[in-house]
């Protein structure tokens, strides 16, 4: 099956079966594909049972919206309600004391700005999330989770490609036996 970049889209109930591999030219021209789950392989993707890691790592997967610029200014105004220690006594005006606050919060304040570009991205349609991914392929991190139409799927960076968007689905392992909880209450 010859899918040219471009030319085909899945239909949003077949999105779940389906990788979509964004490549750059030698020229620099940025083109992307659907492909099957079968043509892929994912061997080198499956998730790990939980038991089988070595190490791990928390994402945040949901979460409220963070307004970083109201927090930002919330840090200033706190530490501008508070008096500062003996420390820095030689801190003696307001326009001082604000200057400190300001580059006390800073780093919270880009702390916050990086987390949300971290964020689980979500698009209701195909064409804005292969947009969004192209324009944003160097910041987007492997193992991120973005959701297209409401199917997850897992960034990953294969040979021959900048960035693949792989159904989370696609990656779970069935061959991960796991033990029933049996749960007892002791009279």
């Known amino acids: 099956?010859?899918?040219?970049?471009?030319?085909?889209?899945?239909?949003?109930?077949?999105?779940?079966?389906?990788?979509?591999?964004?490549?750059?030219?030698?020229?620099g021209h940025v083109t992307h594909s659907w492909r099957p789950v079968e043509e892929i392989d994912l061997s080198q993707f499956r998730l790990q049972a939980r038991a089988e890691r070595t190490y791990g790592r928390i994402v945040l997967a949901a979460a409220r919206q963070r307004d970083c610029h109201e927090e930002f200014n919330n840090c200033i105004d706190t530490c501008m309600d508070r008096p500062l220690s003996e420390d820095y006594a030689h801190i003696t005006s307001i326009g001082a004391k604000r200057t400190h606050c300001t580059k006390g919060c800073w780093q919270p304040y880009l702390d916050c700005e990086e987390l949300q570009g971290r964020r689980p991205q979500e698009f209701s349609a195909t064409n804005r999330a292969v947009d969004w991914l192209k324009r944003n392929r160097n910041e987007v991190l492997v193992g991120s989770i973005v959701v297209v139409a409401g199917v997850a799927f897992i960034v990953a960076f294969p040979p021959g490609a900048i960035i693949a968007l792989i159904p989370a689905a696609a990656l779970a392992s069935s061959e991960v036996v796991c033990e029933p909880y049996i749960a007892a209450v002791a009279p």
């Open 1 to 27: 099956m010859g899918m040219t970049s471009g030319t085909f889209s899945p239909a949003i109930e077949e999105l779940d079966r389906y990788v979509l591999v964004i490549q750059e030219s030698p020229s």
